[in-house]
């Protein structure tokens, strides 16, 4: 059975653009990683600050192992976009 991986973001008023960007140019690293099935950037309709990223998963260690592929250096440069500690949960199908 596959997992889900919903994780949310929050940019900065004067960074979402930066911050869309920056999450766009991790998708192919991560849509390559062994175990991944899709992922998906969506932005708030009514908060365009507002970002969600859905991945599909074969298992949570897969889902683990594959976030150890995007380099550490990346989250120094995310981490200064964000309004707020992203968020992130496991779902299963039910």
Same mark, same amino acid.
């Given at each position: 059975m596959? #997992? *889900? =991986? #919903?994780n949310r973001f929050f940019a900065k008023p004067h960074l979402a653009e930066d911050l869309h960007?920056? @999450?766009n140019s991790v998708l &192919? *690293? @991560? =849509?390559?990683? &062994? $175990?991944c099935q899709s992922a998906q950037l @969506? =932005? $708030?309709?009514?908060d365009p600050h507002e970002f969600v990223l859905i991945e599909q998963w074969d298992s949570v260690a897969a889902h683990k192992s594959g976030a150890q592929i995007i380099? &550490?250096?990346?989250f120094d440069v995310v981490l200064p976009m964000l309004a707020k500690p992203p968020t992130g949960s496991y779902y299963v199908a039910g």
């Open positions: 596959h #997992i *889900t =991986r #919903i960007e920056f @999450l &192919p *690293t @991560l =849509r390559k990683a &062994p $175990g @969506l =932005r $708030g309709k009514d380099p &550490p250096d990346q």
